[in-house]
């Protein structure tokens, strides 16, 4: 049998590194792995806030417009981009909404104007103020729409929550499209310029662009009428995504008591709609920015009115009643934005990866013990075979091999470096070469 043989050159290559490179071998891979781990969670499970979101608001001159700006300005300050895009009204607004391929974020949608559309992927962050239908018309002491039969209407544009929800209402009155009369579709200045000029007999118009210097100026106008809906709680109750509203005596005009007595309306809400995968910082801010632009007192609400969180026909966003009922978290109201992202994320992270690492803590110190002591435990074997191979009564030449190969373990040792918590093991083991050593020198001596 040949004797065990050291091979010196690999055993001081794996033997001769720093201490630091076995906490570095042990380590690396559960670092990789938990890093790789939250990593994963950051951007799957909790991705952070978009830089950039898109709102669908309105008209170019529209109160949907002049709010999408201000929410623009707000989000800015926070380092969030918004594009704001022009629309023909909220009928469009909610149809890119549904569109994967318009890549909208946000939308103010006029309540009244989902019927037949799937908007189970759709959600609101709450109402921001009203759009009431307010009708004008060439007489005096009307009370009804059924009254308007047979005459030409303006009902809005094509694409506008106004025509949609007008078409309601006339529908609802018996006067229906294709009929006797004829529904033109004017909105806004274009159709209160027709009204005054005769060529048409009423216009319903909605709180967007019947601004308070429009109606002003039509109720100026001999023989114009504002239509006083004597039904509105009928409506409310047929229609429930429609809320009553009364105009009072004089609250255009004081000086001139216009209107001289209250003026029943109807009015939808417009509500801000997102799609279900907005991040719920992104909400937010919305909803803050909601507040103070549509917080304040108007002509048609009081203050603190506004945003609220009613159901009407979209799910109410479970981020949105959180806010509106804690507020901002903690984290958000003690730092800037995008630290409290940061550090809510983390938060987030912390009790999957913590129900990990606590396990992988207690793993990395025992993986670090073994590496250690099987450096010393491989000597272990080569000192064995050499003691076994001396008590077999090897020749003199066989025993100066075997101190050679012992020399060459010494040699091997001097280079090797251990924790100071392992020097014990390391003495030990010098002994026990000694204590071997002994064994071949010993017959030598005698």
Do not use: C
């Amino acid at each position: 049998m040949k004797p065990y043989r050291l091979r010196r050159q690999t055993f001081l290559r794996d033997h001769a590194y720093p201490v630091w490179r076995d906490v570095v071998l042990t380590a690396a891979p559960f670092v990789l792995f938990f890093g790789l781990l939250v990593a994963a969670l950051v951007w799957i499970v909790d991705p952070a806030p978009p830089g950039s979101i898109t709102i669908s608001a309105g008209p170019r001159d529209s109160v949907f417009m002049q709010n999408a700006l201000e929410y623009k300005r707000i989000l800015a300050r926070n380092g969030i981009a918004v594009r704001v895009l022009e629309s023909d009204g909220s009928v469009q607004n909610l149809k890119r909404l549904l569109d994967a391929h318009q890549h909208v974020d946000l939308a103010l949608v006029q309540g009244g104007v989902s019927d037949g559309l799937p908007i189970q992927s759709l959600m609101s962050l709450g109402s921001v103020f009203y759009v009431p239908i307010v009708v004008f018309y060439r007489g005096s002491g009307m009370t009804q729409l059924s009254e308007l039969e047979g005459k030409r209407i303006a009902i809005g544009r094509e694409g506008s929550g106004t025509r949609m929800l007008s078409l309601k209402l006339l529908d609802a009155n018996g006067i229906h499209a294709g009929g006797e009369t004829t529904l033109l579709p004017l909105d806004g200045l274009d159709a209160a310029k027709q009204l005054v000029a005769g060529n048409i007999d009423a216009a319903l118009l909605s709180g967007d662009s019947a601004d308070r210097g429009l109606m002003l100026r039509l109720l100026a106008i001999p023989g114009v009428s504002v239509m006083d809906f004597a039904e509105a709680s009928a409506y409310t109750r047929l229609f429930p995504y429609l809320d009553e509203l009364d105009l009072p005596p004089g609250v255009l005009d004081l000086r001139r008591k216009v209107p001289p007595n209250t003026v029943h309306m109807i009015s939808p809400m417009v509500e801000i709609v997102a799609r279900r995968n907005l991040h719920p910082a992104i909400s937010d801010l919305i909803i803050e920015a909601a507040q103070e632009v549509n917080g304040t007192a108007g002509l048609l609400q009081g203050a603190g009115q506004f945003p609220k969180l009613i159901a009407h026909e979209y799910p109410i966003s479970e981020d949105a009643a959180r806010y509106y009922k804690s507020g901002k978290s903690f984290l958000y109201r003690s730092l800037p934005f995008w630290l409290a992202t940061v550090a809510d994320r983390m938060l987030v992270l912390l009790l999957p990866v913590a129900v990990l690492l606590f396990p992988a803590l207690r793993v990395v110190p025992a993986l670090f013990r073994w590496r250690v002591r099987s450096r010393l435990y491989r000597y272990y074997g080569v000192l064995i075979a050499i003691e076994r191979r001396a008590m077999r009564h090897a020749t003199e030449a066989q025993r100066k091999s075997l101190l050679d190969e012992l020399d060459g373990i010494e040699a091997s040792l001097n280079n090797v470096r251990v924790p100071l918590a392992y020097a014990d093991a390391f003495y030990v083991l010098r002994e026990h070469v000694s204590f071997v050593r002994s064994h071949l020198v010993e017959p030598h001596s005698a």
